[in-house]
C-alpha cells in the first residue's frame, strides 16, 4: 500500500490558466479564444492577458493580441478574446493545417503560459432536404 508509480508534482501560480479553448469562426475569417482561469487565491486579482497564433505544421504570419481583463474573482472565470485570422489555411484531411494560440497569463506574481493547437474548420447543419432529398 501506498506510492508505488511515478509522482509528478506540478507547481502553478496563485492566479493561473486552467484550459484553453479555441473556436473557429471561419465565415468571419477569425477565431474566438476562450481562456479560463483559476485564482485560488482568497481576494480578486489583476489579470494581463498576451495571445499569440503562428502556424503549427507550416508557415504563417504571426497574429498577437494583448490587454489587462477584468479582474479574477476567486475559483473559475473565463475571458473571450476574438482576433483575427485572415487568410487563414483550412484544415482538411487532405491538408491538415493546424495553428498553435500561446497564452501567457501576468498576474501578481509569476506568469503561466499555455498553449494549444487547432485547426480552422466548421460544419453545418442542414435541416431542409436539398435536392437529392438528404439531410444533414
Same mark, same amino acid.
Given at each position: ?25 471561419? /465565415? ?19 489579470? /494581463? ?6 502556424? /503549427? ?80
Amino acid at each position: 500500500m501506498g506510492i508505488h508509480r511515478p509522482v509528478h508534482l506540478e507547481i502553478r501560480p496563485v492566479v493561473h490558466i486552467q484550459d484553453i479553448f479555441v473556436r473557429p469562426l471561419c /465565415k468571419e475569417s477569425a477565431v474566438e479564444v476562450r481562456v479560463e482561469v483559476f485564482n485560488c487565491g482568497s481576494s480578486p486579482a489583476e489579470v /494581463k492577458l498576451t495571445l499569440e497564433i503562428q502556424g /503549427k505544421n507550416f508557415s504563417a504570419g504571426t497574429v498577437e493580441w494583448a490587454g489587462a481583463m477584468a479582474d479574477a474573482d476567486v475559483g473559475t472565470n473565463q475571458y473571450r478574446i476574438r482576433m483575427e485570422l485572415p487568410g487563414f489555411r483550412t484544415w482538411t484531411p487532405a491538408e491538415p493545417f493546424l495553428y498553435d494560440v500561446h497564452v501567457r497569463l501576468e498576474s501578481s506574481g509569476m506568469p503561466d503560459l499555455r498553449r494549444q493547437h487547432f485547426g480552422m474548420r466548421s460544419f453545418e447543419v442542414v435541416e431542409s432536404p436539398g435536392e437529392d432529398g438528404r439531410r444533414g
